[in-house]
Structures are given as C-alpha cells and as structure tokens.
C-alpha cells in the first residue's frame, strides 16, 4: 500500500515569493491534514478536510496561506507571499477517519525562504 | 487548551538500556493518548496508543500507560537498540479530535 506522497520534498525561495505543496493522500482515507512543524518543535495543524470540505481551519494564516483539497483526494497548500519565519517543515496526512488520532504522515515538504 | 508536555532531550543512552520518556498532558475531557515516532529522513508514524485510563499500549517492545490520576503517558522500553535511535512524539486528541503533540524528544542510543 503506497503511503501518503508529498511534493516537492525540499523548496528554497526568496521572500515574498509565492510556494505551492502538493499532497496525495492513501488511497480511501476521507481525512487529510496540512500540519506545520518548526524546528524542535511537534507539528501543528494548520487545516483538516473531511472529504471537499475544510472542517478545521482556525489555525490557517488566511492572509498568505491557502489550501484546496478538489474532488477530495490531493491537496495542495500554497504561501503567498512567502515570509522569512514561514521556514519550516510541512506536513501531509491522511486517516481513514477523523476521530480516531491514528494519522499517517508523509515526509514533509521543508520550506526555506531567504 | 488541551496541551501536552514532554522531557527535554536529547536522552542518550547504550544499548540494551532502560528507556523512559516522561510525557504528562493536560485536558479538559478524556482524552485518547498516543506516541509517535519520527525516524530520521522518514515520516511521524505511530508507535502506539491508549483511549482510557489504565489502558496500556505496546508495540515493538515499546510501553506506556494511560495513567489518569497523574496526567501521565510516560514511554519504556526495557532494552534499547541502536535503530530505535528517533524522535519521538506524544500527543493527544482534544474534544474536537484535534490531535495536539508535544515538543518531541530525541533517543541517541549507541553500541
């Protein structure tokens, strides 16, 4: 069973240039989830979609972040215009359902804006 | 809000080493506790979970039990190797299923 694929796996880019991430979920799971993960620090969630719909974006910086999640499969999460402290790893995961805390995570995408 | 704190790493150890990791939570509900672990260049993955007070969630050799009175999900392991060298996670799910992590903490384990 393929697991959740992230890409690209590493970006460097200049500030206030715009970045898109990309996210294909495992096959069948409904939930998908963008999590931020600074350095030392454990991930947290930035948005989670049930299917089409975002169901939790309170912690999304709506100002420069977006995310779309069409037809319920692949995400993507885009930064525009990207700022110096959004250098950090990015995170994809899916889960069969959405309240079971049992989640599958890609490798991350980690951003480094200079 | 719900929060979760972890030991400061890294913790080095030999191998064949005791392994705790201190993990104390607070919450306002009941909630499921877990661990994850992140192995260098891979993704989080999870290591094991409980849902109630008193459960006990194993896998791998790894241990932790939800322990209600002290707020506590503290991780063992008897006998360390070197690959269970990592991050590991604890987190938990609020009232909103939302799952919140700790900070992480780092295993050096070495021959």
């Known amino acids: 069973e393929a697991g959740v694929v992230q890409s690209p796996r590493y970006k460097i880019i200049e500030k206030k240039q715009p970045v898109a991430f990309w996210c294909n979920p495992i096959?069948?799971?409904?939930?998908l989830y963008w999590y931020l993960q600074n350095l030392g620090q454990g991930p947290e969630l930035l948005i989670r979609?049930?299917?089409?719909?975002?169901?939790?974006d309170s912690q999304l910086p709506k100002d420069r972040f977006s995310a779309e999640r069409l037809k319920g499969v692949d995400s993507t999460l885009k930064i525009q215009p990207a700022e110096l402290g959004d250098s950090a790893v990015y995170l994809c995961?899916?889960?069969?359902?959405?309240?079971?805390?049992?989640?599958?995570f890609g490798e991350g995408s980690r951003l480094t804006v200079l | 809000g719900d929060s979760v704190t972890q030991m400061e790493g890294p913790v080095t150890l030999s191998e064949e080493a005791f392994l705790t990791i201190n993990c104390t939570y607070t919450?306002?509900?009941?909630?499921?506790l877990f661990w994850y672990v992140q192995y260098p260049g891979e993704g989080l993955q999870l290591l094991l979970k409980?849902?109630?007070?008193?459960d006990k969630g194993s896998n791998k050799g790894f241990e932790a039990t939800y322990r209600k009175e002290t707020t506590s999900f503290h991780l063992e392991k008897g006998s360390v190797q070197v690959s269970d060298s990592a991050v590991y996670f604890c987190?938990?799910?609020?009232?909103?299923?939302?799952?919140?992590f700790g900070s992480g903490t780092r295993l050096l384990v070495r021959p």
């Open positions: 096959s069948g799971h409904n939930t």
């Open positions: 919450a306002t509900g009941y909630p499921s």
């Open positions: 995961a899916s889960s069969f359902r959405q309240n079971t805390g049992e989640l599958f």
């Open positions: 409980a849902t109630k007070a008193d």
């Open positions: 979609y049930e299917n089409e719909e975002a169901v939790d």
């Open positions: 987190a938990l799910t609020d009232s909103s299923y939302k799952l919140i």
